[in-house]
């Protein structure tokens, strides 16, 4: 999938954060108009993949990888829409839940206290990448190793200034699939318990049993892919059944987008013919009661 492989060997074990940050890369460079403008999006590279992206971005233009591309773009600017509404309403609190390579903590008002969390390799391969970059980390972004498996969110981001009290906004994006089901469950419950107002945005796998033949094919070959590069997926729902959890565990409001209604919100009569489809994944986002 990635010809870059004298680049791509010094890079963390998870590979799906690079996959997942060269697709908003490409997107800077590809598509019209961009849906995510994203400053940062070459800084996570390093100096020398996003020089090689730049000469050659077409390189990640395959049908599969436009495909992925628009998902990915796609549910990163649910988020930043959903973190814009919050923040003018008030809200004061970021979580990006496995934030891999993501830069939404690099591009908030300094007033909002975010609170990255992830595997400790891939944290220091980011901050290796922007410091190469020459990008700063802003006073009110902390990096936190966590395992999701073990951690308590509350406990750990009160201690870094994550207040259990107030509104918080989770970002929990390309996690879940890699969480077993029972671990992927105990996060949103524990979201759930954060005060009214408080949301969450994350993508979830579909049961395959509920997929149609053609999602099964698409569902079976991304898994195999990812297996292969050692992140397994372990977890899948049925929408209608997590949706129900979701209300059933505190959440008054939830929304289940597919690849039509992704592509009906974000990529609808576009000249490029940028689009998603549907893949084995959903894309939700849920508010706290």
């Known amino acids: 999938m990635m010809k870059q492989q004298a680049v791509l060997d010094g890079i963390p074990r998870r590979r799906s954060a690079l996959t997942m940050a060269l697709a908003r890369a490409t997107h800077q460079l590809l598509d019209e108009p961009t849906l995510l403008h994203d400053r940062h999006a070459f800084d996570v590279l390093g100096s020398s993949l996003a020089r090689e992206t730049v000469i050659d971005p077409f390189a990640y233009n395959a049908p599969m990888l436009r495909t992925l591309r628009a998902a990915v773009v796609a549910r990163a600017r649910l988020v930043e829409d959903r973190v814009a509404l919050a923040i003018d309403a008030g809200l004061r609190q970021i979580v990006i839940l496995g934030a891999g390579l993501d830069t939404l903590s690099l591009r908030i008002p300094d007033s909002v206290r975010c609170v990255e969390l992830d595997q400790v390799e891939i944290q220091q391969w980011k901050l290796d990448r922007l410091e190469e970059s ?22 750990l981001l009160g201690d ?30 524990q979201v759930s318990r954060y005060p009214s107002q408080s949301e969450i945005v994350f993508d979830a796998r579909v049961s395959p049993g509920s997929l149609s033949p053609v999602e099964q094919w698409m569902d079976a070959m991304a898994a195999r892919s990812f297996a292969a590069a050692g992140e397994p997926w372990l977890s899948d729902f049925d929408p209608a059944e997590l949706k129900a959890t979701l209300l059933r565990d505190g959440f008054c409001e939830v929304e289940c987008l597919d690849a039509e209604a992704i592509n009906a919100r974000y990529f609808i009569r576009r000249r490029d013919g940028l689009q998603t489809v549907d893949g084995g994944l959903r894309l939700y986002r ?3 009661g």
């Open 286 to 288: 849920a508010t706290v």
């Open 160 to 189: 870094q200034g994550i207040d259990p009290g107030l509104p918080t906004f989770f970002s929990c994006l390309g996690v879940l699939p890699y969480l077993e089901t029972p671990v992927a469950s105990a996060i949103m419950r």
């Open 134 to 155: 020459g990008v700063t980390v802003p006073s009110n972004v902390a990096f936190v190793p966590a395992d999701l498996a073990k951690v308590s969110l509350s406990g």
